[in-house]
């Protein structure tokens, strides 16, 4: 006779099972998560359009619409937080707001891209940060204002300009190797900066991190790094990882 499995933890996700929701080129979110996932976590994924506009209510009611659906498919699975895993689609004021949305909707705890970074960044006193992205002009300004709206000073803001001449280019960011993330942290980093935030979540930056840090003396944070983080505390695991910077081995 089966066992009834239906109040028992799965063989994966022992101990928890994260959810994350990804744009339809990003090939970086989900590798970078399951590198740094602990026993007994797994991940869980979802494809879903990329929303640019977060700002204008047309925009924003895109958003809700396809995260409602793509949060609701994810809950299925029985996991135990969603995460929204895209900078630039979460980025907006207050930076919970997204999150709260989801929750409400797919009735588990949700967490964001954009709110990940500023806990991130709150959880690790920084004030002022220093910022290396894949992006071009408009959505660097973008960034710098939406930070800004959350009460951090922007000392240095650099970007590789990807998206400038349309969407299109934003499946060559997961192709930009370590060593130009590098550089281009490099570039930004400055005296004056409390942190280094390395942002996008198809970028690929767990291989710099902890040279950065060695390198700076400060903490570095990144978007898959600090979601993954946010989303592993909601799911109630204090797990202090190392190997991918101080915000996983200290908070």
């Not at 101990?15 to 970078?32: D, F, S």
């Not at 390395?198 to 040279?211: H, P, R």
């Amino acid at each position: 006779m089966p066992i009834d499995r239906l109040n028992d933890p799965t063989v994966y996700g022992s101990r928890a099972k994260l959810g994350v929701i990804v744009p339809p080129t990003n090939t970086a979110n989900e590798a970078e998560w399951n590198r740094m996932a602990p026993a007994g976590v797994s991940i869980h994924s979802a494809r879903m359009p990329l929303h640019m506009d977060t700002e204008s209510d047309a925009g924003r009611g895109a958003l809700h619409s396809d995260l409602k659906r793509h949060a609701a498919d994810l809950a299925q699975a029985s996991v135990d937080v969603i995460a929204y895993g895209c900078t630039a689609g979460s980025m907006v004021v207050p930076a919970s707001s997204l999150a709260d949305f989801m929750q409400a909707e797919a009735g588990r705890p949700c967490v964001t891209t954009a709110q990940s970074l500023i806990e991130a960044l709150r959880a690790l006193g920084a004030k002022r940060v220093a910022v290396a992205t894949p992006y071009h002009d408009a959505l660097n300004r973008h960034e710098a204002h939406f930070l800004a709206g959350h009460g951090f000073e922007v000392v240095a803001l650099k970007g590789l300009g990807y998206g400038a001449n349309g969407p299109a280019e934003y499946r060559n960011i997961a192709r930009v190797p370590p060593a130009e993330v590098l550089a281009l942290a490099r570039s930004v980093a400055r005296p004056e900066a409390d942190a280094l935030l390395l942002s996008c979540t198809d970028l690929a930056t767990l291989d710099v991190i902890d040279t950065l840090e060695r390198e700076t003396g400060k903490p570095v944070i990144s978007s898959n790094q600090a979601t993954f983080w946010l989303a592993l505390r909601r799911a109630g695991l204090a797990d202090r990882l190392r190997g991918h910077g101080r915000l996983l081995a200290e908070h």
